[in-house]
């Protein structure tokens, strides 16, 4: 960044994240989980800022995560079919036709 550019917005983050000399693994990853992570910190500061700097996580021993893919990413069979190839995926509940 330059002297005295600011980050604005979850885009103006996920620009100077992205333009870093990232690893090359993070440079080969699809970027729409990248982007997600992104813009989920952003969402995670600003709620953090409403609360005063009072961030809340939720507890590792919690039996359940949940995981967020653009529906692109779903060819009717598979999540990421170029990066997974023959490895198989199931889910604990029904998915949805959309």
């Not at 620009?15 to 990248?34: E, F, M, N, R």
């Not at 005063?52 to 039996?63: I, T």
Request: aromatic share 12%; with cysteine.
């Amino acid at each position: 960044m330059k002297a005295g550019e600011r980050i604005t917005s979850a885009y103006s983050l996920r620009d100077y994240v992205l333009g870093l000399g990232l690893p090359d693994w993070v440079k080969s990853a699809p970027s729409h989980p990248k982007e997600n992570a992104i813009f989920e910190a952003w969402d995670a500061w600003k709620q953090a800022q409403a609360e005063k700097g009072k961030a809340g996580f939720r507890s590792c021993r919690q039996p359940s995560q949940a995981i967020k893919f653009h529906k692109v990413n779903f060819n009717g069979k598979t999540w990421f079919p170029s990066l997974v190839k023959g490895l198989n995926f199931r889910a604990s509940e029904p998915l949805t036709k959309t």
